[in-house]
Each structure stands twice: as structure tokens, then as C-alpha cells.
């Protein structure tokens, strides 16, 4: 099964989590809300359907370009011919929506065996996240 959907929005990484004096840790708020608003597009655009086995996870983080940028720029972005290098990092988008998918996309995100993680540029931000169920590899 293959199971793809987009997600509105700047992408957003996966935030540090902190710890009080007290000594009890947790998550940001902003990533936290991020977390939840792909558990809801995830449970709204897909329905209940949990994968299963080995899963090949692909994860397009498109960027807003910049209403500054000159028409010869904005074309060579949206070409691909310019990819952003801003934050947050590759890894930092990918645990966020990955953590944010456990229990809900798949049983436990350690079934992802395979990952294809882009950076791009688009009109208006958003992320693209293709999950696909492995086959023969259980």
C-alpha cells in the first residue's frame, strides 16, 4: 500500500526537548502543535489506515520563495535550480512528522527502514509526505 498526503504550511522541525528545574522533560509547545496538526491532516486526507512491515518513507519540504526575490531568481527556484539551505535541518522535519505519525500511519516509526528526504522551493510552503509499505521484505 502506498499512502501519500500534503501538509499546509511552512516546514517545521522537530524542536530539542527541555527539561525543568524539577527535572521533567517535554516537548515544546510549537513542535508539539506541529506534531498534532500532521496527526490530524494524516487522520483526515488518509482515514485509519495503519501500514504494516518495512516501510519506505519519502518527505518533500517545500519553502515559501520570497516575495522579494527577482522574477530571474523565483524561476531558477522553482526550477529546482536553487534549493534552500535554511533551517530547520533535513533530520529535524523528518523526525517531526515521522514521530508525529507513530502510532497513527504505522504501529512504531522503527518500521522505517528507508528514507528520501528533499528541501525545495514552491509558491506557498508545504510538505509532501509518501509512505510505502515494502513488500517481501518482512
Known sequence: M??????????QGKGRHR???AGINYTP????MYENWVKSVYINR???KLLYGPIRAT????????KSKSKRVRERMLRQLERPTKK????????AILDSLNGIAYRDDSQIVELNMKKLYA???FVKVTLEELEGEE
Not at 502506498?2 to 516546514?11: C, N, Q, S
Not at 533535513?90 to 523526525?95: H, P, S
Open 59 to 66: 518527505i518533500e519540504a517545500y519553502y515559501t520563495i520570497s
Open 19 to 21: 527539561t525543568t528545574k
Open 29 to 32: 509547545g510549537k513542535t508539539a
Open 88 to 95: 530547520p535541518d533535513v533530520d529535524n522535519i523528518a523526525k
Open 123 to 125: 509558491d506557498l510552503g
Open 46 to 48: 488518509v482515514g485509519e
Open 2 to 11: 502506498i499512502v501519500t498526503f500534503l501538509i499546509e504550511g511552512e516546514p
